[in-house]
C-alpha cells in the first residue's frame, strides 16, 4: 500500500555491493585451468557443475548451468583485475599461456589497459599504471 511505511522504506532500499559474479562456462574443469592455473585465482570450493573462485571482493562463480540455460553471449560484457603494473601482469600471464586481444595501452595519461578472453569467449581486463 503506498501509504504503508514499510512501502517508503522498500521504495528508498539501495543495493551496495556485488558479492558473486557468475559466469557461465562450458567446461568447469577447462575453466579452472585457465582461471586458477593461469590467472592465479584461489579455488573456494567446488561441487558437480559449478567452481567458486576468490577475485578479492567479489567470488568468480564459474557455471556450466548457466551457460546451458541461458545460453552463451559472448562479449556481453566484461570483467577488470585491477594490477599494480599493467606490463609486468602482462608479461607474467603471457608466460602462462593467457593470450591477449589487445596489448598494454594507454586509456589515459596514468592508466594502461590489455584484454583477454577466457576459453568461453568472455572478456576480461587487467587495468593500473
Known sequence: ???????ME???YKLTQVSVVL?????VARSMAFYRDKLG???QREIPGFAFLNAGAVTLCLSEPAAKIRGQIAGAGEISFPVE???????ALR?????????PR???PTTKVANFDDPDGNHFSISGP
Do not use: C, S, W
Not at 559466469?23 to 567446461?27: A, R
Open 10 to 12: 522498500q521504495t528508498d
Open 106 to 108: 594507454n586509456v589515459t
Open 41 to 43: 585465482l584461489k579455488v
Open 1 to 7: 500500500m503506498r501509504g504503508d511505511k514499510r512501502y
Open 23 to 27: 559466469l557461465g562456462v562450458h567446461n
Open 85 to 91: 603494473d599493467v606490463i609486468t601482469a602482462y608479461q
Open 95 to 103: 608466460g602462462k599461456g593467457v593470450r591477449f586481444t589487445h596489448e
